[in-house]
């Protein structure tokens, strides 16, 4: 890969985060609704603040969040505080910042994500070129029909069906949260393992509702690579199956994959956020769930920011990784 090319690519990294920031900023704004003012005026209802105490304090807010400055000097001011990862303060755990709380839920969603994601990809392509391999036994190629017939199925409804089978009516696995109630974090192997068992069936649910998905593209990939020339050249010089399974046939059939995965990252972690809310656990879904209701619209601006720029990196990286499994790619 050139350096002319690895510019090109981060300059296009770089559009797009300026574009989807830009978006994130103006589209709130479009709007006739003040969150300030609906945050507040929840709280002077429960509260009971009288209405010049309240104008006062949503005019002191306004001040600290910039909001009584000219349209420009808030978006300049905003495209700043972006290049240092500022995303503002949250209304509803003020004074906390976003970043803060995001850097306390990352670490569950990092990790949800980049297991589920690794094992559905890693189990979905092998599924799919046993499905399309000739020389795979019979019930070895029929394993990966389930899978196949569970791609209609989101994840979502998948972690509702396995909350109320696996979760409540046989009672084998937690429901949901992090780790059992009363229990203090700490680095013990009972901790560990409580940890664990909370995690499979918000695991399970987005590998069931991916695995699928790879099964049938990469099946679809592995029986156009076998009347290729250099599998048959394989075959002639009498390589064993193995050999030119894991070699010519997979090595290359993979190849079309990478691709997609970066574009599936998006929907991925769009499906974590979700089976993260729907089983409690204290992520970024969770975050942004208790920030919805909260009405606390910088919160939310924050995450799917971030998750907007986290996408777009990802999907760099993976374009950056394509040549070294290539070399045709790298050459050109």
């Known amino acids: 890969m050139t350096l002319k090319l690895v510019i090109k690519r981060l300059l296009f990294l770089v559009l797009v985060v300026w574009a989807a920031s830009t978006i994130v900023f103006f589209i709130p704004r479009l709007s006739s609704r003040n969150a300030l003012r609906e945050r507040f005026g929840e709280l002077a209802r429960t509260g009971g603040f009288s209405p010049a105490d ?12 910039g909001l009584d400055q000219p349209l420009y000097h808030q978006y300049w001011t905003y495209l700043g505080n972006i290049l240092r990862m500022d995303f503002g303060y949250s209304l509803y755990r003020y004074p906390s910042t976003v970043a803060e709380l995001l850097a306390q839920s990352l670490p569950w969603t990092i990790g949800l994500l980049l297991v589920t994601t690794i094992l559905s990809f890693i189990i979905g392509n092998l599924l799919g070129a046993i499905a399309a391999w000739p020389r795979a036994p ?17 994840p979502v409804i998948m972690g509702i069906l396995l909350l109320f089978f696996i979760g ?26 409580d940890l664990l068992q909370h995690q499979v069936l918000p695991a ?23 009347g290729e020339d250099y599998v048959n ?20 059939a993979m190849l079309p994959q990478v691709t997609g995965l970066a574009l599936a990252l998006g929907t991925v972690v769009t499906s974590a956020i979700i089976v993260e809310g729907l089983f409690g656990l204290p992520g970024i879904g969770s975050m942004l769930n208790l920030a919805i209701r909260a009405n606390d619209f910088p919160t939310i601006y924050g995450i799917v920011l971030f998750i907007t720029i986290a996408v777009a990196v990802l999907m760099t990286v993976v374009e950056f990784l394509y040549p070294l499994l290539d070399p045709r790619v790298r050459q050109s």
């Open 204 to 226: 399970l649910a987005l590998i069931f509702g991916s695995v699928g998905g790879w099964v049938l593209s990469m099946r679809g990939m592995g029986v156009t690579i076998q």
């Open 54 to 65: 309240l104008e006062k304090i949503i005019a002191s807010m306004q001040q600290q969040f």
């Open 233 to 252: 050249f394989a075959e002639h010089k009498g390589l064993t199956g193995g050999r030119i399974f894991r070699d010519y046939y997979l090595r290359n």
């Open 168 to 193: 409540f009516r046989l009672g084998w696995l937690p429901l949901g949260g992090a780790y059992s109630v009363g229990v203090v974090p700490n680095l013990s192997l009972d901790f560990v393992l």
């Open 138 to 154: 019979g019930w070895l190629r029929g394993f990966a029909t389930p899978f196949i017939l569970l791609t209609g199925v989101p």
